[in-house]
């Protein structure tokens, strides 16, 4: 029986993560510079009130408002879409490495890689702070 074994070089995987960050991070940017294109349209010509803070609505402060809103097409909801997925970018990078140790079968690598992934997770779901 063959061994059907997957190999993949350092170059390679190098060139996967280059690509995976290069391209995360150009849809995350479109996500808010559409937002923010739309909000300007809607909001371009509004008067700002500098004396009142308003900081994020709250109805766009978890994850599943935030997609919420960006399906509606709310500028707000897609800008913050768009940050969301920046913030994932690392986390997608950290998962494709695990794939990619598990591949290389450095299991020693594989265990350390998901410590950080488990960590990076648990930090973004606000469990541990």
């Known amino acids: 029986m063959e061994d059907k074994r997957i190999?993949?070089?350092?170059?390679?995987?190098d060139s996967i993560i280059g690509n995976l960050l290069r391209i995360a991070v150009t849809i995350s940017a479109l996500?808010?510079?559409v937002g923010a294109v739309f909000y300007l349209w809607h909001h371009g010509m509004d008067k700002p009130n500098y004396s009142v803070f308003a900081g994020v609505p709250k109805n766009l402060d978890h994850m599943d408002?935030?997609?919420?809103?960006?399906w509606r097409i709310k500028s707000l909801g897609?800008?913050?879409?768009?940050?969301?997925?920046?913030?994932f970018t690392p986390v997608a990078r950290v998962a494709y490495s695990v794939i990619a140790f598990l591949i290389l079968r450095d299991y020693m690598y594989v265990v350390f890689t998901l410590i950080v992934l488990t960590i990076l997770l648990l930090s973004i779901t606000g469990v541990v702070m």
């Not at 190999?7 to 995987?13: A, N």
């Not at 897609?78 to 913030?87: F, H, T, W």
């Open 7 to 13: 190999e993949i070089s350092d170059e390679r995987m």
């Open 31 to 33: 996500f808010v510079i």
């Open 65 to 70: 408002e935030i997609i919420e809103e960006a």
């Open 78 to 87: 897609i800008m913050q879409l768009g940050l969301l997925l920046l913030i």
